[in-house]
């Protein structure tokens, strides 16, 4: 007589039946991660009603090399192409495939997604450039020898417990660099038109700014500062445009801070529309050195961004992440100030 056995259970069986996901079943079973003790009791529970034993050897498996890394990113975006470009040409020199996954959702969906890719453990390392909390990547990005079956992990940008935002394209230095120089040039009258608050960028960026005033505002030497304030909120230039039309007649001279190069150019456009010139009566700034800005009128002063080698230097650490080397020292900027006709003439160090 042939007995035909079922299927053992699975770590998704085990997810289905708890309500939760493999990642939180890994968690549960290994001891690690950020999941409550009710929801980790209620794993175990159901792992032993159904007998669920975890696959050492498979474990083990997916810990040693497989040659495989995976790049998170969110919608496409040709600056985030850029960072893809330069992440892949430094994984394939150092002989790895690279697969890409996009996410979308706010920074615990996006960290969700990141904690389930890692704890699958089918790629060696997992180089994040959207923005993820910052605490789940130390649990995650742990020593190669802990792992656990999960892969590193490794982010281009994230935030910490305060959701401030860190790393080399979260960095809005240039944004103080603006508002100083500016300051210095006589200016005493600012305003930013903000992106997007759920833009780890634009969130930098506004912060940036208000920290600026702020400072300038403490210093006897241009104490008599004053900001317009912080409006917009997407990255549209009409609602730009829309911002300037609603400001009141008496606001120039102002020096605006955009939060990118589109912002910046629906800027001009509603001071154009109000009869204020520029540089004359507003000077602005943007980010990101779009192509079409240098051929405005004036043409505008941007950051340019080198996103390629922003891409390379997340990938240099992920690599040495997985091999369990020392991080990389890399200390030149990836972003550089463009000065141009839009903010006049000024004496930049």
Request: charged residues 20%.
């Amino acid at each position: 007589m042939i007995r035909i056995m079922p299927n053992p259970p699975t770590s998704r069986d085990v997810a289905r039946l708890a309500g939760v996901s493999q990642a939180t079943v890994s968690y549960a079973l290994t001891g690690r991660g950020t999941i409550s003790a009710a929801t980790r009791a209620r794993v175990l529970q159901v792992a032993e009603s159904v007998g669920y034993r975890p696959n050492l050897a498979a474990r083990s498996m997916r810990t040693r090399r497989t040659g495989r890394l995976a790049v998170v990113s969110g919608p496409t975006l040709d600056h985030q192409l850029r960072v893809l470009a330069g992440a892949g040409e430094v994984a394939t020199a150092a002989g790895y495939a690279v697969e890409t996954r996009t996410v979308d959702g706010d920074v615990e969906e996006r960290t969700a997604r990141v904690r389930e890719l890692a704890a699958a453990g089918q790629h060696e390392g997992v180089l994040t450039l959207v923005p993820v909390l910052a605490d789940v990547l130390t649990d995650l990005g742990a020593a190669v020898a802990d792992r656990a079956g999960e892969s590193v992990v490794v982010a281009e940008a994230t935030f910490d417990e305060h959701m401030r935002s860190a790393g080399d394209l979260a960095d809005a230095g240039p944004v103080a660099v603006f508002v100083e120089t500016l300051l210095a040039a006589g200016h005493r009258r600012f305003l930013h038109v903000a992106g997007p608050d759920q833009y780890v960028s634009a969130r930098a960026r506004r912060d940036a700014y208000l920290a600026a005033i702020d400072r300038a505002a403490a210093d006897p030497a241009t104490a008599d500062v004053v900001s317009l304030g912080v409006v917009g909120g997407t990255w549209s230039p009409e609602d730009a445009r829309l911002a300037v039309q609603a400001l009141p007649d008496d606001a120039p001279p102002l020096a605006v801070v955009a939060a990118n190069d589109l912002l910046a150019a629906g800027v001009l456009r509603g001071a154009a529309e109000r009869g204020w010139s520029a540089p004359g009566d507003v000077v602005v700034t943007g980010w990101d050195a779009a192509a079409m800005g240098a051929y405005l009128t004036p043409s505008l002063t941007t950051v340019d961004v080198d996103f390629t080698e922003a891409g390379r230097r997340a990938m240099r650490r992920l690599v040495a992440a997985v091999r369990g080397e020392p991080a990389p020292r890399q200390d030149a900027a990836v972003q550089r100030i463009v000065w141009r006709e839009s903010t006049g003439p000024l004496t930049v160090a």
